[in-house]
Every structure is written in structure tokens, then in C-alpha cells.
């Protein structure tokens, strides 16, 4: 075929080649490698499969190096995420050097109750995610010691991940600090406050419903796994290799602090890092001597440094004489973080080959195509947005394609944006953390220290909130019609 063809003249089955080679291939890397598909297969199933789609497009006429540079230019949306992924990493290294995420942990193991444990999990990073307006600073920080703590009660890692990512994400996008928040009325022009009020009809069901679920999952726990002396053990482990004390808190604090005056994410969480090596260097002498010099070769000096370097860029390493301990502290790192950079930029070279090719469009037009009415655009919309978290791996194309591809179809349909910006968040921002290669779902992964498809069934708000979107389009409750709302302004961006 020598001719560049149109979007709408791609014949369907072409469109779907890529697609389902790349589906073919992640399930073989699946059945393969089971939980250890995330560190290499899938990768390869994502290379393989833009290779495909930039084969296909070569077919179709386009040329190689627009092709080559829209990979580049899907790579680079991705860039931030990476940066922040790195300075997550160098945070949960100074942090567990310097005694912050240990001190959270020796305080929840003494105030949190094992049978109301989930419930307060999602509490807690609602509240921490509505003031910052950040579900990554939240999942990075509190959330990444409460998974602690629930390892060291001997609850399970998987629902408490489950908890921590419903309540970040339902923090975050009730609140007015949050980028993607910001972005979905941007994309289609509605006001910001009649957004979140909007999104309150569906999300705050989808949140009550999770407290009820994980309420009745806490009181039916097995706790017996950690008994009362076990984690009175681990407190005192924790008080002989750390000091603790608040002090200690101060970087969460600091961290917490910037996020509200919205200082960017990756300063914040640099910075963060940073004071964390600071405290450590206060208040964690001694243990930092040891970790930064075993022998006790070099000066004080040169083994401080010498530490700092090393939480930054590998992690720390501690023995406390409990394996199961010296697992949960010993961790972070840049280097944590590179097989999780590794599969979000294989995964932006599938997003970018798709979309220059015109195969991502083609598969929407035929979408667009079964539309019927207000349920049948909504449903459309939610799938488009989980597709989108699929191929383009990145929840901000999940949120600006989808946006600007249907916002001329709600409007015709005589539908206020808000229906439009609501949806975009109800299925775009919140199951970007259940697609493993997706920036969110593989930050969440590495930073939480559990596989996604782990927690998956039990991040009960992302699950949820799709679902109650769709149903609210076919029954047509709290559908806005445009006549009731303001005339759109133009979007931006």
C-alpha cells in the first residue's frame, strides 16, 4: 500500500493487529513468568509489539521517522514521571536511613488497631491526598508505612496497598491541588469547582462502599499471624537500631508542607530526600557510620558521605536480627527504580507508534460508531479511557485524548462538559493504577512494594468508580443537560 491512507479508510482488522499481538504476548509473558513478568517480559512484549504497529504503519504509507519521532515524543511525556520515580527512590533510601518511615511505623504498630486497620489505611491517605492533592507523595509517604506496618501485624500487603491506592486516588481527585484535577474541566472547558462537584456523585459513593468493604475485612481478619508480643518485638527492634522520635517526622513534614503550597512534585520529593539524609546525619550518627563504613576504614567524614551516597543511589541495608524486619527497611534507591523507568518507556514506545500510525483513532472511530445514547457515550468514554491507560500507558493520555475526541459528540448529544470531565477522571485518572506498565501502576508497584495485580482486587474506589459512571449514564442520573450549565469556554492546553 504506497499511499498514506486516512484514519477512517484503515481497514478495522489492521487497526486491531498490534493490539492483540500485544495482548498474545503479555499473556505468554504471564503464564511464563507469573509475577516476575513485570521485570523483562513484558517489557519485550511491549517493544515487540510498537515494532509490530511501526510495521504496520510503514504498510499503510507513514514514515519511518515520523514514527521514530513520535516514540520520542511519547517517551518524553513520560520523562517526569521518570524524574519523580528516581526521587522516590532516593526518598525511601534516606528515609529508612534516617529513621522517618521506621519512626511512622514504631507509632502506627502502637496506635492502630489490627481489626480496624484497613478502614483507617483508607482514611488516612484520603485525608493526607485531599490536603496535598497528590496520590503519588501520598502512596510514597504514609502509605508506603502503613503496607509496613500491616507486614509487620501480619495482615495482608495486597489489601492494605488496595486501601492505601482507593484512598489516594479518591484524595486526590477531590481536590483542587491535583494536576489531573486541573486538567480534565481544562481539556473541555468547565470550571474547575463545578467539576469536583460533579465528580462527588460518583466518587463518594465509591469511597463509602470501600470503607464498608474493607470495615467488614478488618473485623474478619486473621490476625493471629503477628501476636501482641511479636509486635511489641518489632517496636523494640525498631528503638535499638534507630532513635526514635519526632524529630525523626520532620522530612514527612517538610514534604507535606511543600505539596500544599504546591511546590512541583519532584523538587518536593528531592528536597525531601535531602532532609532526610540531613536528620540522618543529626539523629542517626551512629547508625550511619556503620552503613557507610562496615570496617571502619574511614574517617567519620568520608563514611558519612560515603552513606549518603549510597541511600540515594542503591538503598539502605540493615540487620536488626529479624529477617522479616530487615526485609521491610532494607530498600529504596535510584537503582530501585530503573526496571519500573524500563516499562513505562516500552510501554510509550506501543502508545507513540499506535498514535502516529492513525490505528489508535481508527480503533475509536469504530467505537464512536456504536453510540446510541447518554449510557451507551459515557460507557464509551469510560472504555476509551481504560484503553488509553492500556496502549498510551500514561493517565494524562487518558485523559487529554479521550477529552478532545468526544467533546464536540456530548456537546451535539445536548450534554454539559462536567458529564464529560467527570467521566474522563471516573475511568481515566482512576484505573491508571491497575495497568502494570502504566506510569501510575508501575509507580504504585515499586513504591508499595507490591505487585499490581496483587492489589488490584482490592483497590475497591478505582474499581468502582468506572462502574457507577456507566450506570449513571444509562439511568441518566445526575446527568447534566448543557442547557443548565454555562456555555463552555475554550479549553486550553
Excluded at 222 to 245: M, P, Q
Excluded at 290 to 297: E, I, L, Q, R, Y
Excluded at 304 to 323: N, P, R
Aim: with cysteine; aromatic share 8%; charged share 10%.
Amino acid at each position: 500500500m504506497n499511499e498514506q491512507q486516512s484514519e477512517s479508510n484503515i481497514p478495522l482488522w489492521l487497526a486491531l493487529l498490534p493490539l492483540l499481538f500485544l495482548i498474545s504476548l503479555l499473556a505468554l509473558s504471564v503464564g511464563l513468568f507469573g509475577d516476575g513478568s513485570s521485570y523483562g517480559p513484558n517489557q519485550i512484549a511491549l517493544m515487540l509489539s510498537a515494532g509490530m504497529a511501526g510495521i504496520v504503519g510503514l504498510f499503510l504509507g507513514k514514515s519511518w521517522d515520523d514514527i521514530e519521532g513520535a516514540i520520542v515524543d511519547s517517551i518524553s511525556l513520560a520523562l517526569k514521571a521518570c524524574l519523580i520515580l528516581l526521587a522516590v527512590g532516593s526518598l525511601i533510601g534516606s528515609w529508612m536511613l534516617a529513621g522517618t518511615a521506621p519512626s511512622i511505623i514504631y507509632y502506627g504498630l502502637g496506635i492502630l488497631d489490627p481489626g480496624w486497620f484497613y478502614p483507617a489505611t483508607l482514611l488516612i491517605c484520603a485525608l493526607v491526598a485531599i490536603s496535598i492533592g497528590s496520590s503519588w507523595t501520598t502512596a510514597g509517604t504514609v502509605g508506603l508505612a502503613l503496607v509496613g506496618i500491616s507486614q509487620i501485624m501480619g495482615l495482608s500487603m495486597p489489601v492494605t496497598a488496595g486501601a492505601v491506592i482507593s484512598g489516594a486516588y479518591f484524595g486526590d481527585k477531590m481536590s483542587p491541588l491535583s494536576d489531573t484535577t486541573n486538567l480534565a474541566p481544562a481539556m473541555v472547558g468547565t470550571d474547575l469547582f463545578v467539576h469536583i462537584r460533579h465528580m462527588a456523585w460518583t466518587t463518594t459513593p465509591s469511597f463509602i462502599i470501600a470503607l464498608i468493604l474493607f470495615t467488614l475485612m478488618g473485623l474478619n481478619a486473621d490476625v493471629r499471624g503477628a501476636s501482641v508480643d511479636e509486635i511489641e518485638t518489632a517496636r523494640i527492634l525498631l528503638r535499638d537500631n534507630y532513635y526514635v522520635g519526632l524529630p525523626t517526622i520532620l522530612p514527612l513534614v517538610l514534604l507535606l508542607g511543600l505539596a500544599m503550597r504546591k511546590v512541583s512534585a519532584f523538587p518536593s520529593i528531592a528536597i525531601g530526600a535531602l532532609a532526610g539524609c540531613v536528620v540522618a546525619l543529626i539523629w542517626q550518627a551512629d547508625l550511619v557510620q556503620s552503613f557507610g563504613d562496615p570496617d571502619d576504614s574511614l574517617s567519620p567524614w568520608a563514611s558519612s558521605v560515603k552513606a549518603m551516597f549510597m541511600a540515594l543511589a542503591d538503598g539502605f541495608q540493615i540487620e536488626t536480627g529479624d529477617s522479616a524486619l530487615d526485609e521491610l527497611l532494607s530498600r529504596g534507591g535510584m537503582s530501585s527504580m530503573l526496571n519500573t523507568i524500563w516499562l513505562i518507556m516500552s510501554a510509550m514506545c506501543f502508545g507513540g507508534a499506535m498514535e502516529q500510525t492513525g490505528l489508535l483513532q481508527r480503533l475509536v472511530e469504530t467505537l464512536l460508531k456504536g453510540v446510541r445514547g447518554t449510557g451507551s457515550l459515557i460507557a464509551t468514554t469510560v472504555f476509551t479511557s481504560i484503553g488509553m491507560n492500556v496502549i498510551a500507558a500514561d493517565q494524562y493520555m487518558a485523559i487529554v485524548l479521550p477529552g478532545r475526541m468526544y467533546r464536540l459528540e456530548f456537546a451535539r448529544r445536548g450534554l454539559a462538559p462536567q458529564n464529560l470531565s467527570r467521566t474522563l477522571e471516573d475511568a481515566g485518572t482512576m484505573t491508571s493504577a491497575l495497568v502494570p506498565w502504566n506510569t501510575c501502576g508501575a509507580f504504585m508497584a515499586a513504591t508499595l512494594g507490591v505487585p499490581t495485580f496483587a492489589y488490584l482486587p482490592y483497590a475497591f474506589v478505582n474499581l468502582l468508580n468506572p462502574v457507577i459512571a456507566i450506570i449513571y449514564g444509562i439511568t441518566n442520573f445526575k446527568i447534566t443537560p448543557l442547557e443548565k450549565a454555562a456555555e463552555p469556554e475554550p479549553a486550553t492546553g
